[in-house]
């Protein structure tokens, strides 16, 4: 069973830590510096024949790359869904369910990574696929075309509309034209039709159709409030759901009495069919009641807009559910009265990638490089930068926990102390048994260890920079790092790499998918303020400028999406 990491809840004791770092780091800075650097030269330079701190620490950078490539590779869509989906000339099979074919089948997708799932299922059912609309995020097929993986853009001639849209994962008017062409398409539908649907993350923004009179504007507004507070996906995709039409079920209803099939690649943290792009083909269970106490836990009741919390407001106060009030000029089918219901065994939701397939594909990996590899969890939760000094103070765990080979805990206050610190960010005493117990065979084999974990944080922007969680994990677990080993007696007798990436390979409105970190980022940072760049979220031009920008990731478009991946890679060089 995988191990959970409880949600870090100790975020004014990381400012008061931060606050002190200020001061530390600019005393601290220079001679750190200096002594890194001559060190790191020394090693460049001694001619022992014994590989050198900084060879070794590119050793680890590689090699976490390498682990990051294999498990993007595990979820690439077109390899899931040919896996999913099997065709033998009139008849259909989806996961042990068969479909009669007879040139009666439509395909919709919404996601960042649904061209590559459609493009496969176009080949696949040939004649009988008769149209289908894609909207994709801005630039998708470019990147794609500069990419790796062009092969997932469907071939010309195409029956697939390809629709770009919702520039900086928020709504525009190209997304909401996209999905009233997805509307349109299910509300043409009759008995004996199929309707494939091809879903991933991102389906939330690239599919926006709001219930009257709420406008589109007002969903984007609504959407930036709650991300800029801090919300979980699973937050603002509740809201989504009740103020949208085609959310929470809603496509599914549009579609009947056609049968439904859905496709899903998810990226919420234990892959919740109803909120992975809200639920579009799964029957919904919120009420609009949850949204007004997400709003007020959040800070948002006197902010969002006033059409959005009316509506909700009206909703709540209905025993019936809101969406059965809801009307738009644009579409002229929906649940309006009790007596339309959506027969649900006519609609059948898949997963076919996930976050966990992609652990275990990285868990391979790694052990095919020769590291003893260790699975934290893939529901890694939080606040970006606090799981960050997690990661920071995990290492310092681990360091002490090799050095200590007699593993005689009572006798070595150094690593009691350690062990503190890291359950006091949160993480879980369980947890931190079985990572000692990691520690222990890889240092019984004489192996590095590479802990992983997978998950999505969230980052309550207060600041004025550019970044994204994976880039402000990065940043702080740099920042916990030079802390704590920056005057280390062992800091020469290991090698540590960090790595936060999104699989999707875009982290926030950038173009990055994550960074890279070790105890010497801010060593070698040109003299910048990282707790300063922190604080204004400002990781992107942190990484920009730290180390030559040698610490940024940049993929490009991966063409997948299972959200984000963690890489600790830890070797004792002595």
């Known amino acids: 069973m995988l191990l959970l990491v409880a949600a870090v809840k100790y975020s004014s004791q990381l400012l008061v830590d931060m606050s002190t770092s200020v001061a530390l780091l600019r005393t601290q800075r220079l001679w750190i510096r200096n002594e890194f650097i001559a060190r790191a030269m020394t090693s460049r330079t001694s001619g022992t024949g014994t590989t050198s701190y900084s060879n070794s620490q590119d050793v680890l950078k590689k090699d976490s790359l390498k682990i990051f490539k294999k498990a993007v590779k595990s979820v690439l869509p077109q390899n899931m869904v040919q896996n999913t989906l099997k065709v033998d000339e009139r008849t259909l099979w ?3 369910n068969e479909y009669a074919l007879n040139k009666n089948v439509y395909m919709v997708g919404f996601g960042k990574a649904v061209l590559g799932m459609m493009q496969v299922a176009e080949e696949l059912l040939g004649e009988h696929l008769v149209k289908g609309v894609a909207s994709v995020p801005v ?22 509309e390809i629709i770009e849209g919702a520039k900086d994962n928020l709504p525009d008017a190209e997304a909401h034209r996209a999905a009233q062409a997805i509307c349109d398409m299910a509300q043409s539908l009759s008995h004996g039709d199929i309707l494939l649907v091809m879903i991933t993350g991102g389906g939330s923004a690239l599919l926006p159709l709001p219930c009257a009179p709420i406008t589109l504007e007002e969903v984007n507004e609504t959407t930036k409030l709650m991300s800029k507070a801090g919300a979980k996906i699973q937050s603002m995709n509740t809201v ?40 579009p083909t799964v029957k919904d269970v919120s009420s609009a009641q949850q949204c007004l106490h997400l709003f007020a836990d959040l800070d948002l009741v006197d902010k969002v807009p ?14 019936n559910s809101l969406k059965k009030g809801c009307s738009s ?78 593993q005689h805990m009572s006798s070595n206050k150094s690593l009691i102390k350690a062990e503190i610190s890291l359950v006091q960010t949160g993480m879980t005493k369980e947890a931190v048994n079985s990572l000692r117990r990691a520690v222990s065979q890889a240092q019984n084999s004489g192996q590095p260890l590479c802990v992983i974990c997978g998950g999505e944080t969230t980052v309550s922007v207060k600041g004025q920079g550019q970044g994204g969680r994976n880039q402000e994990m990065a940043h702080s677990t740099a920042i916990e790092l030079n802390m704590l080993f920056s005057d280390s007696p062992y800091k020469n007798d290991f090698n540590i790499q960090f790595l936060s ?4 390979g875009q982290d926030g409105p950038t173009d990055a998918a994550g960074a890279f970190a070790d105890p010497m980022t801010l060593t070698l940072s040109a003299d910048l303020d990282a707790v300063e760049f922190l604080n204004d979220n400002n990781s992107y031009n942190f990484f920009k400028q730290a180390n030559n920008g040698q610490d940024l990731l940049v993929t490009g478009a991966t063409g997948t999406n299972v959200m984000d991946l963690q890489f600790l890679l830890i070797k004792r060089c002595i």
């Not at 630039?139 to 697939?160: A, F, H, N, Y």
């Not at 599914?252 to 859905?262: E, F, G, T, Y």
């Not at 006033?306 to 025993?319: C, D, H, I, P, Y």
């Not at 990436?501 to 999707?504: E, K, L, N, P, R």
Request: glycine letters at 10%.
């Open 329 to 406: 000029t644009e579409t002229n089918r929906f649940l309006s009265d009790d007596s339309v219901e959506c027969d649900w065994n006519q609609v059948q939701n898949v997963i076919i990638g996930s976050n966990s397939i992609a652990i275990k594909a990285a868990v391979e990996k790694a052990e095919a490089l020769g590291y003893v590899a260790f699975v934290l969890t893939d529901q890694l939760e939080g606040e970006a930068r606090d799981i960050g000094v997690m990661f920071g103070k995990m290492a310092h765990f681990i360091c002490e926990s090799f050095k200590d080979k007699q």
């Open 94 to 96: 989806v996961d042990g």
């Open 240 to 279: 989504r759901k009740n103020i949208e039409v085609l959310k929470g079920g809603g496509l599914a209803r549009m579609a009947q009495p056609a049968k439904v099939i859905s496709l899903i690649l998810s990226d919420i943290v234990g892959d919740p069919l109803d909120m992975i792009a809200s639920g």
């Open 139 to 160: 630039g998708t097929q470019d990147k794609l075309q500069s990419g790796v993986e062009k092969s997932q853009i469907p071939r010309e001639p195409s029956k697939i």
């Open 306 to 319: 006033k059409s959005v919390l009316t509506f909700l407001q009206k909703g709540a106060a209905n025993e």
């Open 501 to 504: 990436v999104g699989t999707d």
